[in-house]
């Protein structure tokens, strides 16, 4: 099942630069798009989200933007802080399938000082 | 912050026996949900409870599994009989209503292995 999709399994920037995120998925049908943080052994950390009706949601140093004819969703870090360094995954949900996550594989993010 | 906690963290277990991972959701939150992480595999959803009832559930989600809110707090899966592949990092999560899209807040996980 390959509804979500992150290409890139990893990324590594430089402290103060900007990170992007990538994620596309095939079904049209999903109506709400979130990130998530995730460290080792913990669960995965909400971080920002978007409605399908939204092209664009900032929060602090996290913007989320949504390109729905293109089926593409990318989340940017500006500035990436080492604490940033984490597997970020993306996730889509479709509220008439009970809102159920479908996660991406997720990208890990290594930001170095 | 309110926060989802699970217990335990870790849990061993011999193949073809019982376990009951425990989860304690936001205290308004009204869906609750399961998820599993094979170790270097996706996040992937197995079930999601609402009303004292299961929503909707995944093939993952078979006989074996099940899903219970014995009281006002906590949210259980029970696996009846593990097996190897049931190893695994265990998430619950909750969510507080359907009326808009709405965030999941998921606890720290319960790792799973079955020996």
């Known amino acids: 099942d390959q509804q979500v999709k992150q290409n890139s399994p990893s990324l590594s920037v430089q402290e103060g630069r900007i990170s992007i995120l990538n994620c596309d998925y095939t079904?049209?049908?999903?109506?709400?798009f979130l990130w998530y943080k995730k460290y080792p052994a913990e669960g995965p950390t909400f971080l920002i989200s978007i409605s399908s009706i939204k092209d664009k949601n900032e929060d602090g140093r996290f913007t989320v933007f949504l390109n729905k004819s293109a089926k593409h969703l990318s989340l940017h870090i500006v500035p990436s802080q080492p604490g940033d360094s984490a597997v970020y995954f993306c996730?889509?949900?479709?509220?008439?399938?009970?809102?159920?996550?479908?996660f991406g594989g997720g990208t890990r993010v290594l930001v170095k000082p | 912050e309110p926060e989802v906690t699970q217990t335990p963290s870790h849990q061993v277990t011999q193949m073809g026996q019982e376990v009951i991972l425990r989860c304690v959701p936001i205290s308004n939150h009204l869906y609750f949900y399961w998820y599993r992480q094979i170790l270097g595999q996706k996040v992937e959803f197995l079930v999601s409870?609402?009303?004292?009832?299961?929503?909707?559930k995944s093939e993952i989600f078979d006989d074996q599994f099940s899903v219970e809110r014995p009281d006002g707090s906590n949210f259980t899966l029970k696996i009846r009989s593990t097996k190897l592949e049931d190893s695994a990092m265990y998430f619950c999560?909750?969510?507080?209503?359907?009326?808009?899209?709405?965030?999941?807040?998921f606890g720290p996980g319960t790792r799973l292995t079955v020996l």
């Open positions: 409870f609402y009303n004292n009832e299961i929503s909707e």
């Open positions: 996730a889509a949900s479709e509220k008439a399938a009970g809102n159920k996550l479908t």
């Open positions: 079904n049209s049908m999903f109506d709400y």
């Open positions: 999560a909750s969510r507080l209503d359907n009326n808009a899209p709405d965030t999941q807040y």
